[in-house]
C-alpha cells in the first residue's frame, strides 16, 4: 500500500489552522488598501529567464533554489516556479505599460513562493509571502513609506517588538569601486575562507559579507563597509531615507553588513527581525530599491522598491508569543430530526436558511436525535432546529443547546430569528 505524504518541506495547512493565515491575509489587504496598494495576482510560474535575470543568475534563489518545471517534448520554452514575487511583477508592469500609469504604481501580492532549500525550522520549500512594491518612484520618501508599512504590519498583526535593519548598497556608480574594496579584503585573507566562500568571490563578493558561513563573522568583522564607499546621490539618498524615517518616528538600526541576497537592489536595503533574533539569519522579512530591474526585465529605465514579508515565520512568531489562536467558524445552528430518515426535509430547511445567509448545517446521517444532538454540540453549534418532534406543520423546535432549553418557533420566523441570534455577541467560533 502506498504511503503518500506532503512533499519535503511542504505543509497542509489544517482547518483549524487556516483562520490565522487568513487573518493575516486581510491584515495585509486592509493596510495595502489603506496606503493605496492595489492587489494583484501573478502565474505561479514564470519563464525561467525572468528569475534567472531579475534575481540574479549568480544568487542562492538561482543557483541553487530555482524550481525548475521540466519541460513536456512539445514545449521550447523553460519555466520556473516563482521564488519570490518582485521578478514576476516587473514582468508584469513592462508587459501591461503600467509606465503609462499614475506613477508610482503601487502593487500588493500575497502568494505562495517556491525555494528548493533545506527544510528546517521557518524555512519551507513552500511559503507564502506578502509582497509590496512601489514601481515608478526614485524616492526618499516612499523608501521610508515602505519601511512603516511593513512594521505596521506585524503591529496589527500581533507580533511584538520588530526591529528594522537599514542599509545603502549604493548604484551601479559608487558599488564598483566598493566591490574593489572589498574584494581586496577577502584575497588579503584568502586562506581564512571557507571553500564555497573562496568560490563566491570571483562572482559575487557582497554576498560573502552576509554569509551565514560562522567562520566568516571574523573575516567581516573588519571588512571594509559600504557606506563608507556611498557617492555624494547615494550618501544623499540614505539620509534622506532616514530623515523620513525620523519625521515619522520609526526607530531603525543601521547595519552595514546587510546586502540581500538579490543582485538587482541599489541603495537602500532593509530587513525586520525579531528582537533578539537577529544573528539567527531567520528575517521575518525584506526589501529593497532596485532601479535597475524595469530595465534588465525589458522595460525603459524606471526606479522602484518593494519588500516581501514570510507569512509562515509570523505565523510561528505568533503561535509563540501572539494573541489566543483565531477561532474557526461554526454553524449558528445544526437542522436536525425526530424522523431519522428524514434527511430530504432536513437537508431543505437548511438549503432555506442558508440562502437567508445562515452557517447552518443539516444533519444528513440515519442516526436518532439524540445523537444527531450531541453531534450539534460538538460542532460548536449555538441551537438545534428540530423537526417533526410532535411539532404541528409549519412549526420547528429551536434548542440552545447551551441552556438545553427548547421552544416551538414558526417556520416562517425561523430565519430572521437565527440571525438575530446569529448577529449577538454569545455567538463565538471554536477555537
Ligand atoms: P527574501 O526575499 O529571501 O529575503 O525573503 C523574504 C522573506 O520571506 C524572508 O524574510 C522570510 O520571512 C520569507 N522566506 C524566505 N524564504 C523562506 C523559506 N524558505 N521558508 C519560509 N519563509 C521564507
Redesign the pocket.
Known sequence: MPSYRAPR?TRDLLPAERPAWARLERVASDIAARYGYRELETPLFELSDVFERGVGETTD?VEK?LFRIAPRSEDREAWALR??ATAGIVRAYVQHGMRTWPQPVRLSLIGP?F?Y?R?QA????Q???WDVEAIGDPGPAVDAELVELGLRFYREAGVADVDVLLNSIGDPGCRPAYLAALTAHYRARVDDLPERERRRLETNPLRLLDSKDPDMAAVNLDAPRITDHLCAACDEHFAAVKAHLAAMGVGYRVEPGLV???DYYTRTAF??YRRGAEGQQ??????GRYDGLVELLGGRPTPGIG????????VLALAETGPAAVAEPVPIAVVCGADPAGTAERLRIATLLRAEGLAVRAELGHRKLGRQLEAAVRDGARYAVILGDGLPSGEVGLRDLRAASQKAVALDDLAALLRRKAGSPSTSGRT
Do not use: H, K, S, T
Not at 519588500?307 to 509570523?314: I, S
Open positions: 518541506g534563489i533554489e521564488p519570490e513562493m525555494r532549500d527544510p521557518g524555512r519551507y520549500r511559503f507564502w509571502q540581500r541576497g538579490l530587513e525586520y531567520q528575517a521575518l522579512g525584506g526589501g519588500f516581501a514579508l514570510g507569512l509562515d515565520r509570523v
